[in-house]
C-alpha cells in the first residue's frame, strides 16, 4: 500500500519525521553553551548594616533604602535614618529576588524556619 501513495502524501510523511530529528539537537546546542564566570573587584567595598529597607519603584527601576532603625520594636519615635539606596531596573531586581530566596531558603534548612513577624519571636518575660 505504500508504493500505491502519492508523492505529495510521502513529502508530507516524512516531514514530522525531520521535525522530531531537528528538536532534539536544540537542547544540546543550548545544553553546550560554556559558563562563563564574572569577574568581582570588591577591593573599595564598604560594608554597612541595615535592619530597614524599603523599596519604591517607577515602571524602569526600584529604589531600594536602607538604613538603621534604633527602635526595631514598635513604631520608632525618631526618622530611621537611610544610608544606602540602591537602584535596580526590574531584570536585577529578579535575578537578586532569586538569589536571595535561595539563601533564605538554604538558611532555613540549617537552622529553621525564620520568623519574620518580631512579636511572634518577642518572649513574654
Same mark, same amino acid.
Given at each position: 500500500?505504500?508504493?500505491?501513495?502519492?508523492p505529495?502524501e510521502?513529502?508530507?510523511?516524512?516531514?514530522? @519525521?525531520?521535525?522530531?530529528?531537528?528538536?532534539?539537537?536544540?537542547?544540546?546546542?543550548?545544553?553546550?553553551?560554556?559558563?562563563?564566570?564574572?569577574?568581582?573587584d570588591?577591593?573599595? #567595598?564598604?560594608?554597612?548594616?541595615a =535592619?530597614?529597607?524599603?523599596?519604591?519603584?517607577?515602571? @524602569?527601576?526600584?529604589?531600594?533604602?536602607?538604613?538603621f532603625n534604633?527602635?526595631?520594636?514598635?513604631?520608632?519615635t525618631?526618622? #530611621?535614618?537611610?544610608?544606602?539606596?540602591?537602584?535596580? =531596573?526590574?531584570?536585577t531586581a529578579k535575578?537578586l529576588l532569586?538569589?536571595?530566596?535561595m539563601?533564605? %531558603?538554604?538558611?532555613? %534548612?540549617?537552622?529553621?524556619v525564620?520568623e519574620?513577624? #518580631? %512579636?511572634k519571636?518577642?518572649k513574654?518575660?
Amino acid at each position: 500500500m505504500a508504493k500505491a501513495e502519492k508523492p505529495a502524501e510521502q513529502a508530507e510523511a516524512a516531514k514530522p @519525521e525531520a521535525k522530531e530529528q531537528e528538536a532534539p539537537q536544540q537542547p544540546a546546542q543550548q545544553q553546550q553553551a560554556p559558563a562563563q564566570q564574572v569577574q568581582v573587584d570588591d577591593s573599595n #567595598i564598604a560594608a554597612t548594616y541595615a =535592619n530597614f529597607c524599603r523599596v519604591t519603584g517607577s515602571p @524602569e527601576e526600584l529604589s531600594i533604602d536602607f538604613g538603621f532603625n534604633p527602635q526595631p520594636v514598635g513604631v520608632p519615635t525618631t526618622p #530611621i535614618r537611610v544610608t544606602q539606596r540602591t537602584i535596580v =531596573n526590574f531584570f536585577t531586581a529578579k535575578r537578586l529576588l532569586a538569589a536571595l530566596q535561595m539563601s533564605v %531558603q538554604r538558611h532555613e %534548612q540549617v537552622f529553621g524556619v525564620l520568623e519574620t513577624d #518580631i %512579636q511572634k519571636r518577642l518572649k513574654p518575660q
